[in-house]
């Protein structure tokens, strides 16, 4: 148990809380799938209660929801145009998902969902295909003149062509690594610190540990302050590349 309270990787195992065998496939029911539910009433619930009210004049929860409606709709018109406001309901969903999931991540005892790549890349797959759908739906076959270059010697483009599908084929994979990369290494550097922390209070004693102790406390503290804020720039950096997916799907380029 000593080796498992300093294990900076132990905060991210999976545990079945609830088997389920389907034949030889396991479906259980874990500690990430209950936290995504979490995240789920979570924003559910922050989204209900704040709007109860409907006050002309909003209070602060109000003023929150409001702000974060604000925010998305502001994005969208943004980088996709103010035809793709009609997305607007799964992108805000997308994006409070995100959110709620690496904020969540931050009280302790909690599991963060978003530091599982399998879980980011089926976020990053799901965009993907629906706006790949969405793009030959809208175009066609002229959907495809995505991957020829405008301005580029026609003798260039075997080679072109090529590097556009790969690059655009890699887009889910970038997606997901950049938020799954950024949320593990952030709590394992607050687990490290923390530890080391901890380890040095036990050391040095109550007295000189305790003194001592304050500075890589206070690092502690601003290291999570900044993982709040990291929790937050990634939820927004997913969700602004959705809308510069939609927008190329849209309107082509």
């Given amino acids: 148990m000593a ?4 294990d900076p990787l132990h905060q991210f195992e999976i545990h079945a809380l609830l088997p389920i065998k ?3 496939t396991d ?4 500690n990430s799938s209950l936290w995504m539910a979490i995240a789920i009433i979570a924003v559910t619930s922050f989204l209900t209660m704040s709007m109860r009210g409907r006050a002309l004049v909003p209070g602060r929860t109000q003023s929150m929801a409001e702000l974060s409606y604000e925010f998305i709709a502001n994005m969208i018109r ?4 103010q035809s793709s406001m009609r997305f607007f309901p799964a992108i805000f969903t997308l994006f409070m998902f995100v959110l709620f999931g690496n904020l969540l991540g931050m009280v302790p005892y909690s599991f963060t969902f978003t530091s599982h790549i399998i879980v980011t890349f089926g976020l990053a797959l799901t965009v993907f295909l629906a706006v790949t759908v969405l793009g030959i739906a809208l175009h066609g076959l002229h959907f495809f003149s995505f991957f020829v270059p405008k301005g580029v010697p ?3 483009m075997p080679l072109m062509i090529p590097i556009e599908v790969l690059s655009y084929l890699t887009r889910p994979v970038s997606l997901s690594i950049r938020l799954f990369a950024n949320m593990m290494a952030g709590h394992t550097m607050l687990k490290v610190f923390a530890g080391f922390t901890v380890l040095m209070i ?4 109550p007295v000189a540990g305790g003194a001592l102790g304050m500075v890589p406390l206070a690092i502690n503290v601003a290291l999570t302050g900044f993982e709040f804020l990291v929790a937050f720039l990634q939820a927004y950096v997913f969700t602004v590349l959705t809308c510069i997916y939609l927008n ?4 082509l380029h």
Avoid at 78 to 81: L, Q
Avoid at 248 to 251: E, G, L, P, S
């Fill in 27 to 30: 479906v259980s029911f874990t």
């Fill in 154 to 156: 026609w003798i260039m």
């Fill in 78 to 81: 943004e980088n996709a145009g």
């Fill in 22 to 24: 389907l034949g030889a």
């Fill in 248 to 251: 190329d799907a849209i309107h």
């Fill in 202 to 205: 036990g050391a040095l004693g």
């Fill in 3 to 6: 080796d498992k309270a300093i």
